[in-house]
T-cell receptor
């Protein structure tokens, strides 16, 4: 089991560029989510999904899009990057029917110039 | 919206001293979870509390969930250098739809 994987590990973008952060899990979890972590702010929920084809907004969704075409994958798209999106992004998955713990990926450190 | 506050933001302790972090939610929670994040790492699940007034122990760690299910605490007895990291609580409401993380408490242990 690889758990939750994220690519890339590091990324530098220029303002206005777009990109997709990839997230995959091999635990057959229905629940997946994206967080951003900024110093002193903790982890803030961007978008989440409770199953394939179902997504919803979290606390800070503006500037980000998600889709969930399969159980395994949950990509996060930045449509037009802004310096305010400089952050560390974590993807997580969980099986709410069992313990409910969230398994986090290793994170993507994104810098927008 | 739901807010989850954690105090203190930082804590420096001598090795062997005790440490406590407190978590307070603006709304009643269904569950609360605790995570630990080592420097440069990702959050790792520690425990989940579900019942009002619940107390759970993991070796030197004691977790409590308040009677009103709006607050929680994590207490570490006799800290060790391996306890260094940031501890987050995460509040869940309405099942597993939205999870709100606290701001975290960063623990430094001085050998």
């Amino acid at each position: 089991n690889a758990g939750v994987t994220q690519t890339p590990k590091f990324q530098v973008l220029k303002t206005g560029q777009s990109m997709t952060l990839q997230c995959a899990q091999d635990m057959n979890h229905e629940y997946m989510s994206w967080y951003r972590q900024d110093p002193g702010m903790g982890l803030r929920l961007i978008h989440y999904s409770v199953g394939a084809g179902i997504t919803d907004q979290g606390e800070v969704p503006n500037g980000y899009n998600v889709s969930r075409s399969t159980t395994e994958d949950f990509p996060l798209r930045l449509l037009s990057a802004a310096p305010s999106q400089t952050s560390v992004y974590f993807c997580a998955s969980a099986d709410p029917e069992t313990r409910g713990e969230q398994f986090f990926g290793p994170g993507t450190r994104l810098t927008v110039l | 919206g739901q807010q989850v506050m954690q105090i203190p933001q930082y804590q420096h302790v001598q090795e062997g001293e005790d440490f406590t972090t407190y978590c307070n939610s603006s709304t009643t929670l269904s569950n609360i979870q605790w995570y630990k994040q080592r420097p440069g790492g990702h959050p790792v699940f520690l425990i989940q509390l579900v019942k009002s007034g619940e107390v759970k122990k993991q070796k030197r760690l004691t977790f409590q969930f308040g009677e009103a299910k709006k607050n929680s605490s994590l207490h570490i007895t006799a800290t060790q250098t391996t306890d260094v990291g940031t501890y987050f609580c995460a509040g869940l409401t309405g099942g597993y739809q939205k999870v709100t993380f606290g701001t975290g408490t960063k623990l430094q242990v001085i050998p």
